[in-house]
């Protein structure tokens, strides 16, 4: 984009957007109802993307604060358009006569089909179809959804301030104390003493009412929306068009898994009494393992057993030799490779970005990904995915290639040494990677549906499938070599990293599963019976090996519910299929390409134009049922 080489290019950037979708919405307006519609709303939809969404990710990533908050500005104007749009009711009846139109949608393909009825259930969920009255309520819904949110995950991240004095000296030293006040912002896992530990977790976790009444607020205010537009609970609301199809289908895959894991994770957590014993020999308290007490043991067991050193393992994982793998991987499996591309100057908002064009054998450039590999102090804390520039069919018959950026938080190679990642940000690299080739092997006709933009629960499948070549010594022997000596990476190292990632592994997915039945009950029909600290208590117990602890809130720190509202499942869900896939068809020769090219074929290339289970169903021969899910995902933790 030319405009952004200052920030003041941002408002020149927003002002042709914004002139561009005037054009496109008088042109969806007056157009006859043809199929011609969708293009056009489509059309609409990638000028509002291709600067929202580059705006969203310069204002999380860029070092210069002046972009970051042109970028932010941008933002808030671009989402003011789009909520204006959304309540335009001649666009809506424009797509709305298309899709009452039987000779016209009789003569859609299948893609254009699924592409008009998101674009008006992207409406209609706004409650543009309903009667002034309600309209208005939906809009200040909406309003209210927003706001909330963002004050429910501002109050997930405070930290709680306490009087230096209300804590032993031998206690607050384990907190940071800033004037008279210990100011507690995590839950201390890790610290040495059950004392810091205990504390950290009954202070963090106390309830505040002013975040309780935040979340109250904000599931009612869902609930209402959702009834309001049509549908039973915020949860049916969410889920439409997903893998899981219903909150009955979510909550049968979850309970299901939940027996299967109670009896495993019960067992796992069982020896942490007699390590939480001798590591507390002459202590008064009860031995018994408490819910602070699971993550420090359970990191002690590991290193015990297996004392897998993340330094020795990571002199075997330096950056460009794992870039390697990955292209090894995807030539194997796709016919592609990684190209380095020379950026064009102020392409890129830091020096250090690389620009990867990908390669396809026969079918030449298939888009673009951009690598911010280093960590540094304006980054998000956290690998992750953006697009910026989804595919699509231009007017004149060619693809307007994909273009997305991968952020990781790599250190930079220093002291003689290159790069070098742990195992755990290998596998970042990989799912995130994931990601990437999702965007660019899709080849959809709409840049609405064109690679992640589809159901959450399958969005996470690729990804998650690429976590297994990470942790596969096949595939890790090929390019995993000694910085220094160039020496393979042995394969006991690998094994006892494996072993000891397995350690506990039923209980941490216990974890998971009672988080997603707790987010499917609180956004299940209200009014709620009880508390939402009632409610985590009741599924705690029922579903967690450690019981809830009384005085204590942990919803109130779980920020997943403003961004993954009913959807929190989705994760838990992709890995099972994801364990599915690769069992039955990568396991034996994870570098096929006759089965890359099906996994491509069948999962990648559609995006979200495709019912996601029909997708499934595709790959691996029949639609799986829950059963089947679960027992993949018990057979991979053993």
Same mark, same amino acid.
């Given at each position: 984009m030319p405009e952004l080489s200052s920030p003041s290019g941002f408002q020149n950037a927003q002002q042709k957007c914004i002139m561009k979708a005037e054009e496109l919405v008088l042109e969806a307006i007056n157009a006859p109802t043809t199929p011609h519609i969708v293009s056009i709303f489509d059309k609409l939809s990638d000028t509002l993307c291709c600067v929202a969404d580059l705006a969203d990710f310069i204002r999380l990533a860029h070092p210069n604060t002046k972009f970051a908050q042109a970028a932010e500005d941008t933002c808030m104007s671009i989402s003011a358009l789009v909520e204006r749009l959304n309540t335009n009711v001649e666009l809506h009846q424009s797509i709305k006569r298309l899709l009452d139109c039987k000779d016209a949608m009789d003569s859609m393909d299948e893609e254009s089909r699924k592409v008009a009825q998101l674009f008006l259930f992207d409406f209609e969920q706004s409650g543009i179809h309903l009667d002034e009255t309600k309209r208005l309520e939906a809009v200040k819904l909406n309003e209210d959804i927003l706001l909330l949110g963002s004050q429910f995950m501002q109050g997930t991240q405070m930290p709680t301030a306490l009087?230096?004095?209300?804590?032993? /000296? &031998?206690? !607050?030293?384990?907190? *940071?104390?800033?004037?008279?006040?210990?100011? $507690?912002?995590?839950? #201390?896992?890790? &610290? &040495?003493? /059950?004392? +810091? !530990? /205990? *504390?950290?977790?009954? +202070?963090?976790?106390?309830?505040?009412? *002013?975040? $309780?009444?935040?979340?109250?607020?904000?599931? /009612?205010? !869902? #609930?209402r929306l959702a009834n309001l537009v049509g549908f039973p609970t915020f949860a049916h609301r969410a889920l439409r068009g997903t893998m899981a199809q219903n909150p009955k289908n979510v909550m049968e895959f979850l309970k299901h898994l939940a027996a299967r894991l109670h009896p495993m994770a019960k067992e796992e957590i069982q020896p942490l009494n007699n390590v939480k014993k001798a590591n507390n020999k002459y202590s008064t308290n009860s031995n018994e393992l408490k819910p602070w007490d699971c993550s420090y043991y359970m990191s002690t067991t590991k290193k015990q057993m297996y004392d897998v050193d993340s330094v020795d393992l990571s002199q075997y994982f330096s950056l460009g030799s794992c870039m390697d793998g990955l292209n090894m991987i995807f030539n194997c499996l796709y016919g592609i490779s990684l190209a380095s591309v020379e950026p064009h100057y102020g392409e890129t908002w830091a020096p250090d970005v690389k620009k990867l064009g990908v390669m396809h054998e026969t079918e030449g450039l298939l888009g673009y990904i951009y690598c911010d590999f280093y960590d540094r102090p304006s980054k998000p804390p956290h690998d992750c995915h953006f697009t910026i520039r989804g595919g699509r069919v231009l007017e004149d018959g060619s693809y307007q290639l994909p273009r997305v950026v991968l952020v990781c938080t790599c250190i930079p190679a220093h002291s003689g040494a290159p790069a070098l990642l742990t195992h755990g940000m290998l596998e970042n690299l990989f799912h995130e990677f994931g990601h990437a080739i999702h965007s660019m092997l899709a080849r959809t006709k709409f840049q609405h549906v064109t690679g992640t933009r589809c159901a959450t629960d399958f969005a996470e499948v690729p990804s998650i499938l690429m976590e297994f070549f990470a942790n596969d010594y096949r595939i890790l022997?090929?390019?995993?070599k000694h910085y220094k000596t160039h020496e393979t990476l042995p394969e006991e190292m690998i094994s006892n990293l494996c072993s000891s990632k397995k350690m506990f592994s039923a209980y941490e997915m216990q974890t998971q599963v009672f988080y997603s039945i707790l987010d499917q009950v609180y956004h299940a029909h209200h009014p709620l019976k009880k508390s939402t600290t009632e409610i985590l208590a009741d599924v705690q117990n029922n579903y967690s090996c450690l019981s809830h602890v009384s005085g204590t809130a942990w919803q109130l720190r779980f920020g997943h519910l403003v961004g993954y509202g009913a959807k929190y499942y989705s994760y838990v869900l992709s890995k099972a299929v994801a364990t599915k896939i690769w069992r039955q068809c990568f396991a034996d020769d994870p570098l096929s390409r006759s089965t890359g090219e099906k996994f491509r074929r069948e999962m990648l290339a559609s995006g979200g134009s495709k019912d996601p289970v029909t997708l499934v169903k595709n790959m691996i021969g029949h639609e799986p049922t829950n059963e089947e899910l679960v027992e993949s995902l018990i057979a991979g933790l053993q």
């Open positions: 009087h230096k004095n209300q804590l032993p /000296e &031998h206690i !607050r030293n384990g907190f *940071t104390v800033d004037g008279n006040n210990v100011m $507690i912002s995590s839950l #201390h896992s890790d &610290h &040495h003493s /059950e004392l +810091v !530990r /205990e *504390t950290a977790y009954k +202070v963090y976790l106390y309830p505040n009412q *002013t975040q $309780i009444s935040c979340l109250d607020k904000l599931l /009612e205010s !869902r #609930h022997k090929k390019f995993a």
